[in-house]
Nanobody, 127 residues
């Protein structure tokens, strides 16, 4: 049972990047998937969440209108499409899967909502 986050890299401000969260050893179809990020010297924060069906998503205010989630259940993968990137988006991005509907507590209590975590992928945005 493993989650693999990938797609990170270096990009200039204003550019796009697409992160992937791929599952192996289990079907991601039944799980909500969240993305979190941790910038240097800061605590990990919630970025976005997508329900298992894909019909419900939530985003942190700081990324609304710029980031979009999608999922391809046939590929057992969730994608985080990031556009108009800013230097303050620089962080290690983690994906997590769990039996969550991305309701009211996925941000405040990620440990209870997500049982599987990926290893993180680094995104660096230069100005």
């Amino acid at each position: 049972v493993q989650l693999q986050a990938s797609g990170g890299g270096s990009v200039q401000a204003g550019g796009p990047l697409k992160l992937s969260c791929a599952a192996s050893g289990f079907s991601l179809n039944y799980y909500g998937v969240g993305w979190f990020r941790q910038a240097p010297g800061k605590e990990r924060g919630a970025v976005s969440c997508i329900s298992s069906s894909g019909d419900y998503t939530e985003y942190a205010d700081s990324v609304k209108g710029r980031f979009t989630l999608s999922r391809d259940n046939a590929k057992n993968t969730v994608y985080l499409h990031m556009n108009s990137l800013k230097p303050e988006d620089t962080a290690i991005y983690y994906c997590a899967a769990g039996l969550t509907r991305c309701g009211s507590r996925w941000r405040s209590d990620p440990a209870s909502n997500f049982g599987s975590w990926g290893q993180g992928t680094l995104v660096t945005v230069s100005s």
